[in-house]
């Protein structure tokens, strides 16, 4: 599975890449920003974005309205990542169109298994 990675924290990518590569077994792509998410979206075309919420110019609700805009991207699965996880926010996630919510911050090996489930229901 390839998987994108967007989120404006270094240190947030880097471990989201050693678990996602190391512990999920997948490749993963990186994104430091909602517009630069976009653009490696559609040039590599992810099974599976895994985005932060909040984001400077561009946040994860943004992105995720133009993906659901996008033919090639609609049906991409969006996995918000956010310490942000009321049930009325994440609710609110959810209707915008993602497929679930992952609560910052994460543990790295079960991240994948997290990732899994949420695809699976």
Same mark, same amino acid.
């Given at each position: #599975?390839?998987? @994108?990675?967007? $989120? ?10 050693? %678990? &996602?590569? %190391?512990?999920?077994?997948? *490749?993963?792509?990186?994104?430091? %920003? ?11 075309? !992810? =099974?599976?974005? @895994?985005? $932060?919420? #909040? #984001?400077?110019?561009?946040?994860? @609700?943004?992105? @995720?309205?133009?993906?659901?805009? =996008? !033919?090639? &991207?609609? %049906? +991409? !699965?969006?996995?918000?990542? +956010?310490?942000?996880?009321?049930? =009325? ?18 543990? !790295? #090996? +079960?991240?994948? *298994? ?6 699976? =229901?």
């Amino acid at each position: #599975m390839k998987v @994108l990675i967007v $989120d404006d924290e270094a240190d947030i990518r880097r471990i989201g890449e050693l %678990s &996602l590569q %190391s512990v999920g077994g997948w *490749d993963v792509l990186l994104a430091e %920003s909602g517009a630069q998410g976009m653009e490696s979206a559609k040039a590599h075309n !992810p =099974d599976l974005i @895994l985005m $932060d919420m #909040m #984001m400077p110019e561009m946040d994860g @609700l943004t992105v @995720l309205r133009q993906i659901r805009m =996008d !033919p090639e &991207l609609e %049906s +991409t !699965p969006v996995i918000f990542m +956010t310490a942000k996880v009321q049930r =009325d926010e994440v609710a609110r996630y959810l209707e915008a169109g993602a497929a679930g919510v992952v609560h910052k911050p994460f543990d !790295p #090996m +079960t991240l994948p *298994d997290e990732i899994r489930t949420i695809l699976s =229901d």
